[in-house]
């Protein structure tokens, strides 16, 4: 996030949600938005195929069909230029490449954003008034944007609407995207990407192998200048060859990767796997070998937030059984990688693995990751609130980026198309199916499963369907539908709901029995190869 939680529930005068069902995803926070409604009057403007329970609060719900954001973003965009609303002074200041991006904007008149997105015209053009004329706006999405093959470009999109209308780098406004798990963030920030270091230093950069192989004792040519590979690339690659091994550290592949049939097979096919979890999960099956971790509650660390904020995490009860600290782990392994000579290494990595404490961890991590420089645990323990980029110990953190220039300087605006997803629905599939997760479970439920209370709050998967579809399928009160792509089917109880427009269906995968995972697809974003899980097509059945 460019701005923080308590930052946006303060100070947004108006705030766009696009794409996260932020009440039911990330609780606390949809709470802190519906209070800035009701408490003070903030608007709220809800882009949203489904009417999730935040459409309640809102002042305006946009029902785009699910695939067409790019469309409704640039429509939009269109009617703020067209009406002199944009904040030309930032733009100008600030911004650049604006004749390209609006020689693409001009392409999106009102009548054929409502045709490619369903929206009406009229709530079009109120959304653009909104957005137009209330400063300062923060835009918010989650996973509803990002998971389709045009992730990254829906992102990009996102961005040209807050330079456009000049609500970067002020408090109440900014990019805010809700990461999806509790340490998405900080992964990514240490280096748990295939094409960079830590801080999004470039493992291309020749500069930034230097100094890698520098700390970590290594000669330049042992760190490979090539982008590794996502977990949508090694999967596929079980099948092929290219891929042969697979260390699987707290992910649940069989639960949460698209089209689980295809997923099983590539898992059968792997030379060896190591899982390490906390519980036996439906991955567990197709490991040779199981690493005990620890659970949240019996860490000790750093977790970094959505809002780039780094917190200390503490141990609250004793590890079970023989369940040790992640790093704990890790480290093992790579001593014993080390010691059986597997890759020729200079004799000053063998210490670079001793860690005793994971302060020593966040030592290295401070002298190698620029935005952490200042971010200690002494510092985090004596209750300090650092948000990075926090580069000395001086530093008092950053809670709002952007706020004197863009990184690159200035920000470029992005001429970007409206792209169809990747599978549209016919006749042999006429339905749109959409995922995601529900409040009472988490991601593959192995946690929220064995919860008693939550299981019997939701105790069952369901498919949402809406009363038009149910009442032409002839489903039953409590029936059962089979729902079918061209990869598998499942079967569950319908839940009829206007929550789900018509000719679209809403599954979640928490399940095993009936993960919506089976009926999704590979399709991935060219560029950040994420897969397309929110626009499949399927077939509805009653059973």
Same mark, same amino acid.
């Given at each position: 996030?460019?701005?923080?939680?308590? @930052?946006?529930?303060?100070?947004?005068?108006?705030?766009?949600?696009?794409?996260?069902?932020?009440?039911?995803?990330?609780?606390?926070? =949809?709470?802190?938005?519906?209070?800035?409604?009701?408490?003070? =009057?903030?608007?709220?403007?809800?882009?949203?195929?489904?009417?999730?329970?935040?459409?309640?609060?809102? %002042?305006?719900?946009?029902?785009?069909?699910?695939?067409?954001?790019?469309?409704?973003?640039?429509?939009?965009?269109?009617?703020?230029?067209?009406?002199?609303?944009?904040?030309?002074?930032?733009?100008?200041?600030?911004?650049?490449?604006?004749?390209?991006?609006?020689?693409?904007?001009?392409?999106?008149?009102?009548?054929?954003?409502?045709?490619?997105?369903?929206?009406?015209?009229?709530?079009?053009?109120?959304? &653009?008034?909104?957005?137009?004329?209330?400063?300062?706006?923060?835009?918010?999405?989650?996973?509803?944007?990002?998971?389709?093959?045009?992730?990254?470009?829906?992102?990009?999109?996102?961005?040209?609407?807050? *330079?456009?209308?000049?609500?970067?780098?002020?408090?109440?406004?900014?990019?805010?995207?809700?990461?999806?798990?509790?340490?998405?963030?900080?992964?990514?920030?240490?280096?748990?990407?295939?094409?960079?270091?830590?801080?999004?230093?470039?493992?291309?950069?020749?500069?930034?192998?230097?100094?890698?192989?520098?700390?970590?004792?290594?000669?330049?040519?042992?760190?490979?200048?090539?982008?590794?590979?996502?977990?949508?690339?090694?999967?596929?690659?079980?099948?092929?060859?290219?891929?042969?091994?697979?260390?699987?550290?707290?992910? @649940?592949?069989? *639960?949460?990767?698209?089209?689980?049939?295809?997923?099983?097979?590539?898992?059968?096919?792997?030379?060896?796997?190591?899982?390490?979890?906390?519980?036996?999960?439906?991955?567990?099956?197709?490991? @040779?070998?199981?690493?005990?971790?620890?659970?949240?509650?019996?860490?000790?660390?750093?977790?970094?937030?959505?809002?780039?904020?780094?917190?200390?995490?503490?141990?609250?009860?004793?590890?079970?059984?023989? &369940?040790?600290?992640?790093?704990?782990?890790?480290?093992?392994?790579?001593?014993?990688?080390?010691?059986?000579?597997?890759?020729?290494?200079?004799?000053?990595?063998?210490?670079?693995?001793?860690?005793?404490?994971? +302060?020593?961890?966040?030592?290295?991590?401070?002298?190698?990751?620029?935005?952490?420089?200042?971010?200690?645990?002494?510092?985090?323990?004596?209750?300090?609130?650092?948000?990075?980029?926090?580069?000395?110990?001086?530093?008092?953190?950053?809670?709002?980026?952007?706020?004197?220039?863009? %990184?690159?300087?200035?920000?470029?605006?992005?001429?970007?198309?409206?792209?169809?997803? &990747?599978?549209?629905?016919?006749?042999?599939?006429?339905?749109?199916?959409?995922?995601?997760?529900?409040?009472?479970?988490?991601?593959?439920?192995?946690?929220?499963?064995?919860?008693?209370?939550?299981?019997?709050?939701? +105790?069952?998967?369901?498919?949402?369907?809406?009363?038009?579809?149910? &009442?032409?399928?002839?489903?039953?009160?409590?029936?059962?539908?089979?729902?079918? +792509?061209?990869?598998?089917?499942? +079967?569950?109880?319908?839940?009829?709901?206007?929550?789900?427009?018509?000719?679209?269906?809403?599954?979640?995968?928490?399940?095993?029995?009936?993960?919506?995972?089976?009926?999704?697809?590979?399709?991935?974003?060219?560029?950040?190869?994420?897969?397309?899980?929110?626009?499949?097509?399927?077939?509805?059945?009653?059973?």
């Amino acid at each position: 996030m460019s701005n923080s939680m308590d @930052d946006i529930a303060e100070f947004a005068e108006l705030v766009f949600v696009i794409g996260s069902n932020t009440t039911e995803q990330h609780p606390v926070f =949809g709470a802190m938005l519906r209070q800035a409604v009701k408490q003070r =009057g903030a608007k709220l403007i809800v882009a949203d195929p489904r009417r999730i329970d935040l459409t309640e609060f809102a %002042t305006l719900h946009l029902r785009q069909r699910p695939g067409t954001d790019i469309a409704l973003l640039n429509g939009l965009m269109h009617l703020i230029l067209q009406n002199n609303w944009h904040n030309s002074a930032f733009m100008a200041e600030r911004c650049e490449n604006f004749e390209e991006f609006e020689e693409t904007i001009r392409r999106y008149p009102p009548a054929l954003v409502s045709e490619i997105t369903g929206i009406p015209e009229v709530k079009l053009r109120q959304a &653009a008034e909104l957005m137009g004329n209330t400063r300062p706006m923060a835009v918010i999405w989650a996973m509803g944007i990002t998971q389709h093959i045009t992730g990254v470009h829906n992102v990009m999109s996102l961005a040209n609407l807050q *330079m456009l209308t000049g609500n970067m780098g002020i408090p109440g406004g900014g990019v805010n995207p809700l990461r999806g798990q509790n340490n998405v963030q900080g992964a990514c920030d240490v280096g748990g990407l295939p094409n960079v270091y830590p801080a999004d230093q470039p493992v291309t950069s020749p500069q930034a192998r230097r100094t890698f192989a520098a700390a970590w004792g290594m000669a330049e040519e042992q760190l490979s200048g090539e982008v590794g590979k996502t977990v949508t690339e090694l999967m596929p690659g079980l099948l092929n060859g290219s891929t042969r091994a697979l260390y699987i550290l707290a992910e @649940d592949p069989i *639960m949460s990767d698209p089209d689980t049939g295809h997923i099983r097979k590539c898992l059968q096919a792997a030379d060896f796997i190591a899982l390490q979890e906390i519980f036996p999960t439906e991955t567990a099956h197709y490991a @040779d070998v199981l690493l005990p971790g620890v659970t949240f509650a019996e860490k000790y660390g750093t977790f970094t937030n959505t809002e780039r904020r780094v917190q200390m995490v503490r141990p609250a009860i004793t590890p079970p059984g023989e &369940a040790r600290q992640d790093w704990q782990i890790i480290r093992d392994v790579a001593q014993g990688i080390l010691s059986a000579g597997t890759r020729p290494v200079a004799p000053a990595a063998w210490s670079g693995w001793d860690y005793e404490t994971p +302060s020593q961890i966040m030592d290295e991590i401070n002298a190698l990751t620029p935005s952490y420089g200042g971010i200690t645990h002494a510092r985090l323990e004596q209750g300090e609130r650092l948000q990075w980029p926090c580069p000395t110990l001086l530093h008092p953190g950053t809670p709002i980026l952007h706020t004197q220039g863009f %990184t690159r300087g200035k920000g470029r605006f992005m001429p970007i198309e409206h792209i169809p997803p &990747a599978e549209k629905p016919d006749d042999a599939y006429p339905f749109v199916l959409s995922t995601g997760r529900v409040l009472y479970h988490w991601h593959g439920g192995e946690m929220t499963r064995r919860a008693q209370n939550l299981l019997a709050l939701y +105790s069952e998967p369901l498919i949402e369907i809406n009363a038009e579809d149910a &009442a032409r399928l002839r489903l039953a009160p409590q029936s059962h539908v089979r729902v079918s +792509s061209r990869r598998g089917q499942i +079967s569950a109880k319908a839940w009829v709901t206007d929550r789900v427009p018509p000719g679209m269906v809403y599954a979640n995968f928490h399940f095993p029995h009936a993960s919506a995972n089976e009926l999704t697809q590979a399709a991935l974003d060219p560029i950040a190869k994420i897969p397309e899980y929110k626009v499949t097509a399927v077939r509805v059945e009653a059973e």
